[in-house]
């Protein structure tokens, strides 16, 4: 059973840049959270998706957009990029009808703005 | 929205000593799940307690959640180095009804060997 993956593992951007995260859900799940976590601090949720929508959304503002391709991985972008952004991206994927709500992360992507 | 707070933040043991990690919700918890993190690393779920009043253990790890929900408790006996890290606790978010979770701050454990 493949786990969930992230790509890339670093990236560094400037200010007003964009930027795309990756993420490839573990083998069975159809639901991808991503979550930001800047240094310090506990993960921060951003949204979810679910059969290829937005199903939830943390306070993030719209810079912040996700997709959901039909093999349930997911992307985020983000938009003119601000110093703030600075965090660890981390994507968690798990099974919506699920009991319980047991997410499964990723790795995460360390992103730099400079 | 529902917040967690973690306690200690940080937390320096011998190696062999036991320790309590505490989380405190300030309204009731559906569902409690404790993750470790290593540094700048994805998390690794360790339990999850829904129950009022539930226990679990895993080798030398017990996570409790008190009855009325509000506040649940990590221990570990015996620490070792391998312990080290951060632990995080994460709350099913009841706010937008949706699978995602609101986590606390986060307790950085440092076992001396």
């Known amino acids: 059973e493949t786990g969930v993956t992230q790509s890339p593992t670093h990236l560094i951007k400037t200010r007003g840049q964009q930027v795309t995260l990756r993420c490839s859900s573990q083998s069975g799940h159809n639901t991808v959270s991503w979550y930001q976590q800047a240094l310090g601090q506990g993960p921060q949720f951003i949204f979810q998706y679910y059969r290829e929508e937005e199903n939830g959304r943390g306070n993030f503002p719209p810079r912040f957009s996700g997709l959901q391709f039909p093999n349930y991985s997911s992307e985020l972008n983000v938009n003119a990029l601000e110093l703030d952004d600075s965090a660890l991206y981390l994507c968690?994927?798990?099974?919506?009808?699920?009991?319980?709500?047991?997410?499964?992360f990723g790795p995460g992507t360390r992103l730099t703005v400079l | 929205s529902q917040e967690l707070e973690q306690s200690p933040q940080s937390l320096i043991v011998q190696e062999g000593k036991n320790l309590t990690i505490n989380c405190t919700s300030s309204k009731t918890l559906y569902g409690l799940y404790w993750y470790k993190q290593k540094y700048g690393e994805g998390l690794i779920f360790l339990m999850m307690?829904?129950?009022?009043?539930e226990e679990k253990s895993h080798e030398k790890i017990t996570a409790k959640l008190d009855e009325k929900k509000q506040q649940s408790s990590l221990h570990i006996t015996a620490s070792q180095p391998s312990h080290a890290g951060i632990y995080l606790c994460g709350a099913d978010r009841m706010d937008t009804g949706r699978r995602a979770l609101t986590f606390g701050s986060g307790t950085r454990l440092q076992v001396q060997p």
């Open positions: 968690a994927s798990s099974v919506t009808s699920a009991s319980y709500n047991e997410q499964f």
């Open positions: 307690l829904q129950k009022g009043g």
